[in-house]
């Protein structure tokens, strides 16, 4: 028995309402370009909208001018979708309320991570959206899941509850000497300035 080995997310597909309010949410307020359109292959009564969320990958939506936003919120039963997450920058981040705010949008507020900053508010039809932005850059050469991976296993060793920045700042420390070199024989921490 073998896996199938995947290699990231392809796209995520969201049955939506009219073809507008698409457009007006995913690039009008999230900016992701509306970048392809055809009818839906499978059912010819939909269109089928496709937006960039920023890292080439594509967020689609399923359309129908009969279909009218419903804002009440989604499923969240078992095997139904919870929130879903997009990066954004911590300079974007800083301005998210303001600019929820001035739109009239209900959210939470930021909210403390540990890794990362996030805020929650729901889309016009009731999906709970989360912009999310990390604390810190992994080291050249590393995903932000290698040290997601590696604060995590500093935190358990340490018996710690959540992953916090000091999690974090040792993970980076860590991957940055097991994957670069150095002609030093000790590289631990050192005092650099002469006691007075």
Request: with cysteine; net charge negative; glycine share 8%.
């Amino acid at each position: 028995m073998r896996k199938l080995q995947s290699q990231g997310v392809h796209h995520i597909t969201i049955v939506g309402a009219d073809r507008q309010t698409s457009i007006d949410f995913w690039e009008g307020i999230l900016g992701m370009p509306f970048v392809f359109e055809q009818p839906n292959l499978d059912k010819a009564t939909e269109s089928h909208l496709y937006f960039d969320p920023g890292d080439g990958r594509l967020i689609t939506i399923f359309t129908d001018e009969s279909r009218k936003p419903d804002p009440k919120r989604t499923s969240t039963d078992i095997g139904c979708v919870h929130h879903l997450a997009f990066a954004v920058s911590q300079a974007t981040f800083r301005q998210a309320v303001e600019r929820l705010n001035e739109r009239g949008i209900n959210h939470s507020g930021p909210k403390d991570r540990g890794f990362m900053d996030s805020i929650y508010f729901e889309d016009p039809l009731g999906l709970l959206i989360e912009l999310a932005s990390y604390r810190f850059e992994p080291p050249f050469g590393c995903s932000h899941g290698d040290v997601m991976l590696e604060a995590h296993r500093i935190r358990v060793a340490r018996g710690d509850y959540n992953i916090a920045e000091i999690h974090l700042a040792d993970a980076i420390e860590t991957l940055t000497a097991r994957n670069r070199g150095s002609l030093s024989s000790d590289r631990g921490p050192k005092n650099a300035y002469p006691r007075s």
